[in-house]
């Protein structure tokens, strides 16, 4: 069945570092979806990537989706304590979604 | 106020005994999941429906059952053949897949611990 995996599983970044989540598909996808949770909550939509080499941002977020279709990332600049949590990426199957196992971003202040 | 309710949020049970999670939405959505998630863990579908009167299979159904008598309501129970029930339960809908704009809204969960 389809995977999709994410990299790296922790990361540990000073506030104002920057911040690089990847994520990458067994399969080609139509689209790619964001989400993130914070500790003790649930995951919320941030965003969906549909073409190839999509390029989009939120702020001092940055989402990119690959050429293949494959993969995608998720880069934060200059990392706040307001970004703490997990970020998931999730793609479709059939008529669901298969998500990746999530990054955890801890940010030191 | 549109959105998705669980409840409770936090639910013990001792072992043996069947338990119903409730989830509610008023967003309109034609279709609703369940996901269990673990400590440090991603998300595991449980089971889906797409329209009332339906539902799927996802990919840790063993244990669990559903059903969807109403398109609002998609209630959980966790039954007591799940041999490891304790998690935190998470209830989502959305718009029918493949439509543009089908993210998935969750619900704010139900930690259930089992003893």
């Known amino acids: 069945g389809q995977q999709v995996m994410q990299i790296p599983q922790y990361q540990h970044v000073q506030e104002g570092e920057d911040f690089t989540t990847y994520c990458n598909s067994s399969?080609?996808?139509?689209?790619i979806q964001w989400y993130k949770q914070r500790p003790g909550g649930h995951p919320v939509f941030l965003i969906q990537?549909?073409?190839?080499?999509e390029v989009k941002k939120q702020k001092r977020l940055t989402f990119q989706f690959g050429e293949a279709k494959k993969n995608s990332s998720l880069h934060i600049t200059a990392t706040q304590t307001t970004d703490v949590g997990t970020y998931f990426c999730?793609?479709?199957?059939?008529?669901?979604?298969?998500f990746g196992p999530g990054t955890r971003l801890s940010v030191l202040p | 106020d549109g959105g998705i309710t669980q409840s409770p949020k936090y639910l013990f049970r001792k072992e043996g005994q069947n338990v119903t999670l409730s989830c509610e939405q008023n967003?309109?959505?034609?279709?609703m999941y369940w996901y269990r998630q673990d400590p440090g863990q991603g998300l595991r579908l449980i089971y889906y429906?797409?329209?009332?009167?339906?539902?799927q299979k996802g990919d840790i159904a063993e244990g669990y059952s559903v059903s969807r008598e109403k398109k609002e309501s998609f209630p959980l129970t966790v039954t007591s053949a799940q041999k490891n029930p304790t998690a935190f339960y998470l209830c989502?809908?959305?718009?029918?897949?493949?439509?543009?704009?089908?993210?998935?809204?969750f619900g704010p969960g139900t930690r259930l611990t089992v003893t």
């Open positions: 989502a809908s959305s718009i029918f897949p493949g439509q543009e704009g089908y993210e998935q809204y």
């Open positions: 399969t080609t996808l139509s689209n």
């Open positions: 990537l549909v073409k190839s080499g």
């Open positions: 999730a793609g479709p199957y059939g008529q669901n979604f298969v």
């Open positions: 967003l309109n959505h034609d279709a």
């Open positions: 429906s797409q329209i009332v009167n339906d539902f």
